[in-house]
């Protein structure tokens, strides 16, 4: 048996999960869609296995979003994937016989999709061992907090997320800017930075008002608040916030510095140097941040962590939070990946 859809495919699915008698093995990056929610909480109230493997990130884990918690209470399994890559898959394996796989999130859109059924035993042995090894990195969740998943970077599902030297020098010769950094002076936990994969800024919570009027990004409407804030704001804080919210492009590069960082490098000097704690890409424009302590994050792809080898930039830096590179980069980059 082998069926294709291209139409209707929230409909198609509903209906062959209603006719799982025994197990589902589930695996799809994002999950928004409620009635087929409400189809795999049917088929538990019939005593069926399902085990889902989610992408943990706050594209599915929010306020306005689907019940996880009610699917665990109804005796759903739920994997959470939390690894630096996404989990890009969109599969279900129904009653250990019949695979339904395609482009199809299983979330609201208009997207051209497809959604392809089949029972062949070698395309369902393949499916099964990908399920288990996709299994084996993830973690069980038993209960759902908002403050453990992963911020949803809003980069371009082409744009690699895996940057290779090269690449990075590429990016670099072609035009890409590079920016300093100053992490220590952002107090806040590294660890959860590098693990969340953002920059957070504006303590000042100059762009709050912005968020709760518009919640996208927009230039103009940004260019309008910047005007309201000159005359308020001195002149210092409101260059770092351009330089944040306007300068810095998706693509640039990011170096994250640290002054007080162990003194790997060179452990007999006397001054407090600056050193290179990460190596990053930026993967979208301004989002509001959830937290309290700043109003907006830049997603970033952190393709090198140096915590416990930082790397010694021996240029001059000053004691800005955020500026443009004005060295080598190239140089630097050699130097850190060959390091």
């Known amino acids: 048996m082998n069926t294709a859809h291209f139409q209707n495919l929230p409909e198609h699915l509903c209906r062959y999960l209603s006719e799982v008698k025994y197990s589902a093995y589930i695996a799809v990056c994002w999950f928004t869609h409620k009635d087929i929610f409400e189809a795999l909480l049917e088929r538990l109230q019939h005593g069926v296995r399902i085990v889902l493997l989610l992408e943990y990130d706050s594209q599915n884990i929010r306020e306005d979003g689907l019940d996880f918690q009610k699917f665990i209470r109804s005796g759903g399994q739920l994997w959470a994937c939390r ?68 911020v949803f970077a809003a980069f371009p599902l082409f744009e690699k997320t895996q940057f290779p030297m090269a690449d990075l020098r590429k990016k670099v010769s ?23 994969h953002y920059i957070p800024f504006d303590p000042k919570n100059l762009l709050g008002p912005f968020w709760i009027a518009y919640r996208m990004w927009d230039e103009e409407l940004y260019d309008a608040k910047m ?80 915590e416990e080898e930082p790397f010694l930039l021996s240029e001059k830096i000053s004691g800005q939070s955020v500026l443009k590179y004005r060295g080598s980069a190239l140089r630097v980059l050699q130097e850190v990946f060959n390091s």
């Open 83 to 150: 690894e630096l890559g996404l989990m890009h898959h969109k599969f279900a394996i129904l009653d250990n016989h019949l695979l339904l796989s395609g482009s199809f999130n299983w979330t609201y859109n208009s997207n051209a999709e497809n959604l392809l059924i089949t029972d062949d035993p070698m395309t369902l042995d393949a499916f099964r061992k990908e399920f288990e090894r996709q299994k084996s990195r993830t973690q069980r969740i038993f209960q759902v907090r908002r403050a453990d998943v992963k």
């Open 174 to 196: 072609q035009g890409a800017n590079v920016w300093l950094i100053r992490l220590d002076k952002l107090k806040i936990d590294r660890s959860i930075l590098f693990a969340e």
């Open 227 to 306: 005007e309201r804030l000159k005359a308020e704001y001195a002149d210092t804080l409101l260059r770092d916030l351009r330089c944040w919210a306007q300068r810095m492009k998706v693509g640039d590069l990011v170096f994250g510095l640290c002054r007080n960082a162990v003194r790997a490098k060179n452990p007999s000097q006397n001054s407090v140097p600056a050193y290179i704690t990460a190596v990053g890409i930026i993967q979208s424009e301004p989002q509001p941040f959830s937290g309290e302590e700043f109003s907006t994050f830049r997603a970033v792809q952190w393709v090198k962590i140096l």
